[in-house]
């Protein structure tokens, strides 16, 4: 395959087409758009009327009477509340559960040695004691 020059001036023009699509502004760059003219001058407007006047109402559409409410029917038959059955009888009691036998009871270990209590040392004696101090009245 060999590229020759009208089969990329067909691919370019084609890409040149779809950009300048995308970016019109730009089409004047390579004279695809001739520039756009100075803007010409601005024609003033012209003043608004006044506003016409509102036309009469239209005539008022009774409304219509309401009709008189209809009476409430008979109350229907009462169901009766079906029976209550009997109570079923209490079933026998099942067999009484033995209580396991209670083991011996371990023996006692033999006793430690008897250690001995430090002597106890001298009473200080006590001395003389004083007069009483007086009570302070109440």
């Known amino acids: 395959f060999r590229c020759n020059y009208r089969g990329c001036l067909i691919v370019f023009n084609v890409l040149k087409a779809a950009w300048l699509r995308h970016f019109p502004c730009c089409a004047y760059i390579d004279g695809a758009v001739a520039p756009v003219g100075p803007v010409g001058p601005i024609i003033p ?6 506003v016409a006047p509102v036309g009469p109402l239209g005539p008022v559409i009774p409304v219509a009477p309401v009709g008189p409410v209809a009476p409430v029917g008979p109350l229907g038959p009462v ?3 079906a029976p209550v059955g009997p109570v079923a009888p209490v ?10 036998p209670v083991g011996p009871v371990a023996p006692v270990g033999p006793l430690g040695p008897v250690v001995p ?4 040392g001298p009473v200080t004696p006590v001395g003389p004691i004083g007069p009483a101090a007086p009570v302070a009245a109440a």
């Open 91 to 100: 079933g026998p009691l099942g067999p009484v559960v033995p209580v396991a």
């Open 117 to 120: 209590v430090a002597p106890v």
């Open 79 to 81: 169901i009766p509340v």
């Open 45 to 50: 407007v012209a003043p608004v009327g006044p």
